[in-house]
């Protein structure tokens, strides 16, 4: 009996999972709209902050500032309605779509062929169905929930600091390709060392599954010593890979942070100097100070997905 076609499953290639997930985009569309508006209502908040500082300050205007105060305060509670919302309804439909990945995985290895699992760790094949479906899992959780929304927050907010004061939005503006290419410079390695900690841990996951699996056997044939020398070399190995992984991150992570803190500079130093010119207000150049982190978010948000 000729056995039956292998059904189109995905696999761990990342090419495969991103149209995996994309033919089941339709159930996440409540959820990921919900998250997109949690972005759109707070983004009026640091033009807020600048009327507060120029107009009604001045003014003393303390109803104008009660009245701005209660409008951050309902955006505020909107975007708490909209957040936990949006984020329930994604991680739901993602519980959701994970059970169909895992059974998919799993019906796949009925069609595989005896001499393909032969040459497979059980270790291995189970660290694809339960540890790899989990960083699946958690990848698109931050590119629905968080990467996505906050690209149109960030876009947003630089439309209004463009309003606000165009000649420090441009100079900002012009210097997010450099934060964003000391992130690509980091990348590969990233990647590397993800990589290789990642099959590290699968053949460690995979030589411990065989090993307590066939313990009775090792011990009736006095191997332990060659078996634990062995599962001792794969731990070592994947210590090294983990070590390696940690390494290229925390310099990653403290360059970022110090790229972070120049921008910052650049802001209050070049608003301070408009302020000064009397080309920029006192509350502009601190709505470009609330707004900085936010332009940002996508390219750390991507940082923290590679």
């Known amino acids: ?35 997109l508006l949690r972005c759109v209502v707070i983004a009026p908040c640091p033009w807020i902050f600048q009327q507060i500082i120029d107009k009604k300050i001045p003014a003393g205007d303390y109803h104008g500032i009660a009245t701005y105060a209660g409008v951050f305060i309902a955006l505020l509670g909107a975007h708490y309605y909209f957040a936990v919302g949006g984020a329930l309804e994604i991680a739901h439909k993602m519980a959701k779509l994970m059970l169909m990945l895992r059974a998919d995985i799993f019906n796949k290895l009925h ?10 760790k059980t270790g291995r094949l189970l660290s694809k169905y ?11 959780m931050q590119l629905m929930n968080h990467f996505m929304p906050n690209v149109l927050y960030s876009v947003s907010i630089s439309a209004l600091l463009v309003y606000l004061n ?12 450099l934060f964003a290419l000391i992130r690509f410079g980091f990348h590969g390695k990233l990647k590397t060392r993800n990589e ?26 006095g191997e332990e010593r060659q078996v634990t020398s062995n599962l001792d070399h794969h731990s070592d190995e994947f210590a090294r ?22 921008f910052m500079l650049l802001t209050v130093a070049g608003g301070a100097v408009l302020v000064i010119h009397g080309d920029m207000t006192l509350g502009t150049m601190l709505a470009f100070m609330a707004g900085l982190p936010i332009i ?9 997905m590679g």
Not at 130 to 140: G, L, N, R, S
Not at 166 to 177: C, E, G
Not at 204 to 212: D, K, M, R
Not at 296 to 304: D, E, G, K, R, Y
Request: net charge positive; proline share 6%.
């Open 1 to 35: 009996m000729k056995p039956s076609p292998t059904p189109p499953t995905p696999s761990t290639d990342n090419g495969n999972l991103i149209r995996y997930t994309l033919r089941h985009f339709r159930m996440f569309l409540p959820g990921t709209t919900y998250a």
């Open 196 to 221: 290789e900690s990642r099959l590290s841990q699968e053949k460690l996951t995979g030589t411990a599954s065989e090993v307590i699996t066939a313990l009775r056997l090792v011990r009736s044939l």
């Open 296 to 304: 940002m978010m996508p390219i750390h948000l991507f940082a923290s």
């Open 241 to 262: 890979t983990k070590f390696a992984l940690s390494s290229i991150s925390f310099r990653f992570g403290t360059v970022m942070y110090m790229s972070s803190q120049f």
């Open 111 to 120: 069609y595989l062929s005896f001499a393909y699992l032969d040459r497979q």
């Open 166 to 177: 165009w000649q420090l939005s441009i100079v900002l503006i012009l210097m997010i390709p």
């Open 130 to 140: 339960a540890f790899d479906t989990q960083k699946v899992e958690a990848t698109m």
